[in-house]
């Protein structure tokens, strides 16, 4: 199910091409990007697939469990084997640990900033907003890399942008590239229903209207003269970007989470986050370079508007253990099965991470706080050899011990991976001081 | 059995009247957990407060059904306590504060004289008691994380779950807080004990053979059994009042709604 504008329809059967608005649709999906046009064939990973885990989870409590430091800093949570030997996860994480073999883990990661909005800008950019001012975020890197194509080259799944109650996230997007470089955002519920929010703006677009060109054209008309000029233009981009998917049947298709079969969409659950990455793997099929899902702050919320995704300041132990381990467990471990048994893992680099870990000493509401100083990643697929474990943090999860992987690192190999080499990066002048990951190649 | 089939996420189902009806938790959208009341004769169900604006979450109820405890979200990760009198159709509320404070788990004493809950507090999580007005509030554990805490059907005792020994494990102690027994020993996560309307047995919820399922022991902790075997998660257990069924929310196909699990006497 599709959902346009303010009503649900299934696309594939309503909408016919030829009575919609046609004028430039029908060429791929320019969005003004400039045509740097390198290939993905060469690159390992044609797609990446970032499952973006905002507000940040534990690190102690999911894949760096410290069960020898003291009660203060272990928690309450038991750790279990993995398939991989001597590693050990909490045991809210079952079906991935019986999946080790299938990712690598990043233990020894460290940001640079307490702060979600500072930090989520850093993870997601490699950088600071500083005398550059903001840079774009990796997604839109490789973007721009990649060029013109049918479907949005950086797609983002989930309801908005990352941000808490300050404000949005700034690194979400093109940064100072401009908003042409943006993800295009799309939501997907936990039945499955895809909308898009940039058709929003036609409250009164019904599938009649859809049908009847000249009507809506009247509509679009009386809109635009409603509108001021800076809103009219964000609104011309987003709405060309959005009807272009309408038009495009194949973009409707990858859009369709009904068209999967009943037995996939269980296996990923009846959540928002779980058919939001059955979606993310339907455009990576579709060759989308970039797909981002957002555990966002209204994924399965406990306090609604203000649940910040993973952000565990109270009820940290009940909350990871009821709640957001069990769902990104079956999720994540759905995923890699799905891209595993359809081939398409060795092409696609799945990453799963948030912007930081949390305090290793248990705060005194029993939860945990910001740190930035240590947290983890999950890589899977792209070629990258499974089933290991790199970097290691001290005995309680403090520091790592090894040379801290950072995310302008992390930023860095993702785009190694998919093609920007260093040369391109620096034409671009994205990650100079970043450094390709040897231990995960 | 099946008693629901819409799939969302659900949790913490309590009989009301006399086992005629349910209210259960409902992620009813992404932004708004309900609480949800089911009709067993004829399968409907309507939210319990049709004009709840925010979250409301881990209903509790008195035996007589005059009493009415559940958690309803202030936003930003505060939460407060609602009692509600739904005789005289009043509201008592304990609010602990804003900036990351709140209660979970509300369980009302059966002659209505106080009302338990589990809050962050004193470095820990500890089960604490107010009033039936909200009032008067009173710790009953120190340390460590407590959580899930449920009066016996006699009011005598409560029954809980504690990270005091390193991890999860169930206890029991008398309702004042004092004479505390544990009751499970095993590796994992032991949680949310529910007592049988004779409260000779504790329904729970246990992760030690893989992923959450619903055991059942004897109230002294001896005769622990497993009564269910499925590879997805089966959680959140409650005793209907005739001793012989539980309601359970049972994940299955990825889908999560309510089950009757027959136990026998």
Redesign the interface.
């Known amino acids: 199910m599709l959902n346009i504008g303010s009503f649900p329809t299934r696309v594939c059967q309503g909408i016919n091409r030829r009575t919609f608005l046609q004028a430039g649709l029908t060429a791929p999906f320019a969005l003004g990007l400039p045509a740097c046009n390198v290939a993905a064939e060469a690159a390992k990973a044609k797609s990446v697939l970032l499952v973006w885990l905002w507000g940040a989870p534990s690190h102690l409590d999911t894949f760096d469990p410290k069960p020898n430091a003291p009660a203060e800093f272990r928690g309450p949570f038991s750790t279990i084997a993995t398939r991989t030997p001597g590693v050990r996860v909490t045991e809210v994480l079952p079906k991935l640990a019986a999946r080790s073999h299938k990712y690598t883990l990043i233990r020894s990661h460290k940001n640079f900033h307490i702060d979600h909005l500072k930090a989520g800008t850093i993870a997601l950019t490699g950088a600071d907003e500083a005398g550059e001012g903001l840079a774009p975020n990796f997604g839109s890197v490789l973007a721009r890399h990649r060029g013109p194509r049918q479907l949005p080259p950086f797609i983002s799944i989930g309801r908005g942008n990352p941000r808490d109650v300050v404000g949005p996230m700034k690194g979400y997007g093109g940064g100072n590239w401009g908003k042409v470089y943006d993800p295009f955002l799309v939501n997907c519920s936990e039945q499955g229903e895809v909308d898009i929010p940039s058709l929003q703006l036609l409250d009164g677009l019904t599938p009649q209207h859809l049908e009847d060109r000249r009507q809506l054209l009247a509509e679009l008309d009386g809109l635009r003269q409603r509108l001021d000029g800076a809103e009219l233009d964000k609104w011309d981009a987003t709405r060309r970007r959005a009807y272009q998917l309408l038009t495009s049947p194949d973009a409707r298709k990858a859009l369709d989470v009904s068209r999967e079969s009943q037995q996939a969409r269980d296996a990923y659950g009846q959540t928002s986050f779980g058919q939001s990455c059955l979606l993310a793997r339907r455009l990576i099929e579709a060759q989308v370079p970039y797909v981002q899902v957002n555990w966002s702050q209204y994924v399965e919320a406990m306090t609604p508007n203000c649940d910040f995704g993973w952000d565990t300041h109270i009820y940290n132990f009940e909350m990871l253990a009821d709640r957001h381990c069990p769902i990104f467990d079956r999720v994540v471990a759905a995923l890699l099965d799905d891209l595993d048994q359809r081939g398409l893992l060795q092409t696609t680099l799945v990453i799963a991470m948030g912007e930081f870990g949390r305090t290793p000493k248990i705060n005194g509401t029993a939860s945990r706080d910001h740190w930035p100083n240590c947290y983890f990643s999950l890589w899977a697929g792209a070629g990258l050899q499974p089933g290991k474990v790199i970097g290691e943090s001290d005995r309680t999860g403090s520091e790592p011990i090894t040379e801290p992987i950072t995310p302008a690192m992390i930023g860095t190999t993702m785009l190694e991976l998919s093609g920007v080499t260093s040369q391109q990066r620096a034409e671009f002048r994205v990650l100079p001081s970043g450094r390709v990951i040897d231990e995960l190649i | 059995m099946q008693l629901t089939r819409d799939?969302?996420?659900k949790?913490d189902p309590v009989f009301i009247k006399n086992g005629e009806e349910l209210v259960y938790t409902v992620?009813e959208s992404?932004?708004?957990?309900s609480l949800m009341r089911l009709k067993l004769a004829d399968g409907s169900s309507e939210r319990l407060h049709p004009q709840a604006l925010?979250?409301e979450?881990e209903a509790a109820f008195t035996p007589d059904g005059r009493y009415c405890a559940f958690v309803q979200?202030?936003?930003?990760?505060?939460?407060k306590l609602v009692i509600r009198d739904t005789q005289q159709n009043k509201e008592a509320v304990f609010d602990p504060g804003g900036g990351?404070?709140?209660m979970?788990r509300p369980t009302i004493a059966p002659d209505a004289s106080r009302v338990v809950f589990s809050i962050?507090?004193d470095?820990?999580?500890q089960l604490q008691s107010v009033n039936i007005a909200g009032q008067d509030r009173k710790p009953l554990t120190t340390s460590s994380?407590n959580?899930w805490p449920t009066f016996s059907p006699d009011g005598q005792r409560l029954a809980f779950g504690s990270?005091r020994d390193?991890?999860?494990e169930i206890y029991v102690m008398d309702a004042d807080g004092n004479n505390v027994r544990r009751l499970t020993k095993s590796?994992?996560?032991d949680?949310r004990p529910a007592w049988s309307p004779d409260g000779q047995r504790l329904a729970f919820v246990s992760?030690r053979d893989?992923?959450?399922e619903i055991y059942m022991m004897q109230a002294d902790g001896s005769n622990v059994r497993r009564l269910i075997r499925n590879e997805e998660?089966d959680d959140y257990p409650t005793w209907h009042p005739d001793g012989k069924r539980l309601v359970f929310v049972g994940?299955r196909?990825?889908?999560?709604d309510l089950h009757w699990l027959d136990v026998g006497s």
């Open positions: 799939g969302k996420l949790m992620q992404p932004t708004q957990m925010t979250s979450f979200s202030k936003g930003n990760l505060s939460l990351f404070q709140g979970r962050p507090a470095g820990g999580q994380i959580h990270s390193g991890d999860y590796p994992g996560i949680q992760n893989g992923n959450y998660r994940e196909a990825g889908k999560s």
